[in-house]
């Protein structure tokens, strides 16, 4: 069992920055790929970014290139999410996500069997 834990997430005005944590427990974190999704009211939860066990290779939503940069530190079991020139459209809950299956994880969130809690995430303009 993997335990996930976001933190980070507050009340910015849009063109701010932001970083969001994830702490993972219960699992060698280097056996997982990780990945950032965000949901917000009344839509459907979206992918954001996904990084590789090792973290040698990343994959970011469209509307996040540039903007948005994953990372994970596996000796501090944790994964990052900088965040930068925030828009209120990037008005979310952000969710952490683990997937123990693949090297290189995906785009679709059925792919991730473990899931955090959660961190909003509110940009007003």
């Known amino acids: 069992q993997v335990q996930l834990e976001e933190s980070g997430g507050g009340l910015v005005q849009a063109g701010a920055s932001l970083r969001l944590s994830c702490a993972a427990s219960?699992?060698?974190?280097?056996?997982?790929?990780m990945g950032w999704f965000r949901q917000a009211p009344g839509k459907e939860r979206e992918f954001v970014a996904t990084?590789?066990?090792?973290?040698?290779?990343?994959r970011y939503a469209d509307s996040m290139k540039g903007r948005f940069i994953i990372s994970r530190d596996n000796n501090k079991n944790t994964v990052l999410l900088q965040m930068n020139n925030l828009k209120p459209e990037d008005t979310a809950v952000y969710y952490c996500?683990?997937?123990?299956?693949?090297?290189?994880?995906?785009?679709?969130?059925?792919?991730?069997?473990?899931w955090g809690q959660g961190t909003q995430v509110t940009v007003s303009s």
């Open positions: 990084i590789s066990r090792l973290g040698s290779n990343s």
């Open positions: 996500a683990a997937d123990p299956n693949r090297q290189y994880s995906t785009t679709n969130p059925t792919d991730y069997n473990y």
């Open positions: 219960g699992r060698t974190f280097s056996s997982l790929a």
